[in-house]
């Protein structure tokens, strides 16, 4: 079943961002590939393009009794609309509202369990304006939680700014989330591929994710970093970025320690984890184990072999507010085999 | 096994019904086909795909598509638009007393009486599912937090229903006495009108989203589960405090219910395209159509109970005569 799952990508971003021209170029290039759109307001799409919903936000929380799980119901019924359609999908774009809080939308597929059979998270990309984007950050929160959310981010209107100024909202972007792939953009102009079924690729940087991957390692622009980053340290200096990241690397772990470990992580700071990711290597286990969640929610399976002369490294991320990078890393060494 | 009528149509079926005693299935490819003899004819209705579909009371075929269209296509494929919003998706239908029909999209819900006129019913949240009772002009429709129900002729105030959660479909009981909902959380809630009094049926492990009320509605079935889930309504408290019936266990979901308009015997179509007939009485099963071709998403029986029409997600389709044995 895990082949048939069609990919979904959810666009994030604040008004005027660029995510009607990312949309509109999506709906009109030539990619030979079939992609249904959802978007809140058919407003400025400038095609009538019937692969185009509209959908009202509809937030449903889970009568659970945890307050972080929460999924988009409109969403689970255009996913079910959507498969009645003969031929199938290439993709499915979800585009959100500029003050949305991404959770509920990443959590649809995590939790609906007939949506998880039909579709699956594969990135959520997040369009940023490079002149307006160090203010938003500063009064908004949702701006700062769409960016600490993203696995791709697109600089856009870089040519509105300075190299100076550029540099510093890629920096201010890499002080809340390190991991994110970031890609220079005017008028959203980029290959779609970039954007689109990115498939474990986005995944896997998190394996890179280290201090030397800081320090300018990125092959997809040449910015500098001159401050010193320690990998878990809290970037204390942007007093006005409540975002961050925790970056922890080991060994092979035990998995009868480190399932219960995450379990009690994220029931114990699940609102305040924005999002998870890691690669893992259980001890004896052929197989690298993946693992990604959102808030409370957590799920992982094996992903693929490990290859021969691979280094079996366990890699886990985590982005959010007010993590104890120091709480984290001691909960997760002692994971170790 | 019964002798089936093989339908290979290729798209999603939606939906299947009897239009008297032609079997209508409604497809994915917003196509309605009608068995007739040997070949099943072909009556193009959506310019999408149909989202939602069921039989009127007077014998036609309701359905709503993603191409904003409400629409009628009686026995013969003569087929007819009744209500249309542009860009919106029709992905609720429900039919009512004396040709009155209900539709759906976003938070409006819409009544269209025989006589054209029309009437829209706003909600703060997106409506989840229609149900008309099965006496008088009232509509229920379910929504997150419970339930609304209107007097779609009068401009009677509307009665709130409250419960915390989304509900995302509803029947009301064949008798009018309870109305079901599904919620989102795997779990059915009802509620005993006479004093709104309320009943939870949890326990499934997936979303019960077919519900059949049994002959005389003594049971609602209900899919969700790898067993058919029997609710007892016979009782005078219904189900509050009773043990459901499980029939048709397999390792499999069961994905589609739907009870037989005569006797005690419950169709249970699996996630895997298997049909099987089960009676309530012994717990007695019988394959009506081997596995295969996705999982079931649509079964019905005509009125006289003899044929049982289903469909799949993959586009199998068959109607099972079971007076005919083979």
């Known amino acids: ?337 | 096994m019964p002798s089936i009528q093989e339908f290979p149509f290729g798209a999603y079926v939606v939906e299947a019904a009897f239009l008297g005693e032609t079997a209508a299935f409604a497809l994915g490819d917003g196509t309605v086909r009608l068995a007739d003899g040997a070949e099943a004819k072909s009556a193009a209705v959506h310019s999408g795909a149909i989202l939602a579909a069921t039989a009127t009371r007077e014998g036609k075929l309701l359905t709503g598509g993603d191409d904003g269209r409400v629409a009628l296509t009686d026995a013969g494929g003569a087929a007819y638009t009744i209500a249309e919003r542009p860009r919106k998706w029709i992905d609720l239908v429900a039919a009512g007393p004396n040709g009155a029909v209900a539709f759906a999209s976003g938070r409006q819900a819409f009544v269209k009486l025989a006589d054209g006129r029309e009437r829209t019913f706003d909600h703060e949240r997106a409506v989840g599912g229609l149900a008309f009772a099965p006496k008088g002009l009232r509509l229920a429709v379910a929504r997150y937090g419970g339930v609304t129900l209107w007097w779609a002729g009068t401009e009677a105030k509307p009665v709130s229903l409250d419960w915390q959660g989304a509900h995302i479909a509803a029947t009301f009981s064949p008798d009018g006495r309870y109305l079901i909902t599904v919620m989102q959380e795997n779990a059915l809630h009802g509620w005993r009108l006479a004093d709104g009094k309320d009943m939870q049926m949890s326990g499934y492990p997936a979303k019960p989203r077919s519900l059949s009320w049994s002959a005389k509605g003594r049971f609602l079935a209900s899919s969700g589960a790898n067993a058919a889930i029997l609710w007892p309504f016979h009782f005078k408290d219904g189900p509050m405090g009773r043990q459901p019936t499980q029939l048709g266990a397999r390792e499999v979901l069961v994905t589609r219910v739907a009870c037989h308009p005569r006797e005690d015997v419950v169709a249970v179509g699996y996630q895997d395209g298997m049909v099987m007939a089960v009676r309530l009485a012994d717990a007695e099963e019988a394959v009506m159509r081997r596995s295969g071709d996705g999982a079931v998403s649509a079964l019905a029986w005509d009125d006289g109970g003899r044929h049982l029409a289903f469909g799949t997600e993959e586009g199998a389709a068959g109607l099972v005569d079971l007076a005919a044995r083979s």
């Open chain 1, 1 to 337: 079943m895990a082949e048939t799952q069609i990919p979904v990508t959810v666009l994030t971003g604040y008004l005027g961002s660029g995510k009607t021209t990312l949309l509109n170029r999506i709906l009109t290039e030539n990619h030979g590939k079939k992609y249904a759109v959802v978007v809140n307001e058919f407003g400025e799409i400038g095609i009538d393009n019937e692969l185009i919903v509209e959908s009202d936000e509809e937030v449903f929380e889970m009568n659970n009794g945890c307050v972080c799980c929460t999924v988009r119901g409109d969403l689970i019924r255009v996913v079910e609309g959507l498969m009645k359609r003969p031929g199938g999908f290439d993709g499915i774009l979800v585009e959100t509202t500029g003050l949305a809080d991404p959770a509920p939308v990443a959590q649809t597929f995590f939790m609906d369990d007939d949506v998880r059979a039909k579709a699956k998270l594969d990135a959520v990309v997040a369009i940023a304006d490079a002149k307006h984007l160090v203010q938003r950050l500063a009064d908004s929160r949702e701006a700062e939680e769409q960016i600490g959310f993203a696995d791709v981010i697109l600089v856009n209107k870089t040519d509105l700014v300075t190299s100076e100024e550029l540099a510093e909202v890629e920096e201010r972007i890499r002080a809340i989330n390190p991991g994110a792939l970031i890609h220079r953009t005017e008028r959203c102009a980029i290959p779609l591929s970039n954007v689109l079924d990115r498939g474990a690729f986005d995944l896997d940087r998190i394996l890179t994710l280290d201090p030397a991957f800081l320090d300018g390692h990125d092959h997809d622009h040449d910015h500098d970093h001159d401050h010193d980053h320690d990998h878990d340290h809290h970037h204390p200096d942007h007093h006005d970025t409540t975002i961050g990241s925790v970056a922890l690397a080991a060994g092979a772990l035990e998995p009868q320690r480190f399932f219960p470990w995450i379990q009690e992580i994220t029931q114990q700071f699940g609102p305040d984890i924005l999002r998870l990711k890691g690669i893992l290597a259980f001890k004896d286990d052929p197989e690298r184990y993946v693992v990604q969640g959102v808030h409370m929610i957590i799920e992982g399976d094996h992903q693929r072999a490990w290859k021969e002369g691979e280094e079996r490294t366990s890699r886990l991320v985590f982005i959010g507010r007010k993590l104890d990078a120091g709480v984290l890393r001691a909960g997760f060494e002692a994971c170790v085999a």
